[in-house]
């Protein structure tokens, strides 16, 4: 009787990481199917005789695509039923741009998934003309980065992919495509820790220059932290879409940029100082926020493993995840 455990041990590693593999190419071939239409949509319009010949063609002809893909991407995450979305986490955002400034949206980076997760979690009202911040190499990617280079999001030229060093003669030219964004009521998604955060419960610390941006155009400075896409999506493997249950917080840091870093250093220091004071203070915040969704899905599961159909779906989600790390460890 003794050694019938460890055989059975593998078995259910290899049935969950069977399983896991499933749920992953449905993830992909789900999210393939609603993305290929806008693709080809912005292949047409690669054609000389459909292409947008005026910047005011250009920008409406983003504004299409990025409404699109919002649509196709909601409708996916809709599809993929493993994957269980906080949408009431991020309701708060439906007041964000009221108050008539452009609007900065700041979030956590530790899958690949999260600029997917602020497209969906965004008003409808907004995605026209909310751009993301995005290290270059993604906008050479195929398909997605065709897709990211007609909606018009904006390269930030990194030296490498590890590094934060960039070229600032090229990075000048960046801050006043920003800037004349922003003056034609143009939005920000930035995930201001610069880059994949391998230990994502513990913020990295934030860069600066895209809060001198903000307090530049006078922003409405939004946070959104995410639980649950680092799972979903591990850094280390290839594809994802794993079972998940995200948890969201969508909150309000300030209704104006400028006002607060003159409120943390005063009036009578540089652009530069500001924004490392506003960029220092809003990761606090941030902070303050990811630990309460920490603490929230620590109850929450607690609460589902006790049982009911939740209970099922977070027992599936557990043994899963224990599967794939079960094989990595081996």
Known sequence: GGGVGPPLLVM?????????????AAFLFTFVVFTVPGWLYVCLMDVPVCAPQTPARLRQHGRFVATMMWRSWRAAMQTCFWLKLDWRGAAPLADAGKRGRPVCLLMNHQSFLDTALGCVLLPERLVPDIKVLMARRFLRAPVLGRIAQAIGHIPIPYATSNTWAMDKE??????????????????????PEGNLNERWETLMQFRGGCFEVCIRNDMEVWGVVTVGAGECWPRDVRLGGGPTRFYTD???????????????????????????????????????????????RRAGSSVELAGGSEGSDAAFIQSTQNGHSGLRAR
Do not use: P
């Open 12 to 24: 259910g590693d290899v049935l969950s990481s069977c399983a896991l593999g499933a749920v992953r």
């Open 170 to 191: 090229e990075m000048a030219k960046i801050h006043r495509r920003i800037d004349e964004h922003v003056a034609q009521d143009g939005h920000l998604i930035v995930f």
């Open 250 to 296: 969508a909150f309000l840091i300030s209704e104006s940029a400028k006002t607060m870093a003159v409120d943390l250093v005063g009036d009578q220091v540089e652009i530069q100082e500001q924004g490392r004071a506003l960029a220092n203070h809003t990761r606090e915040i941030m902070q303050r926020h990811l630990d309460g969704l920490l603490a929230k």
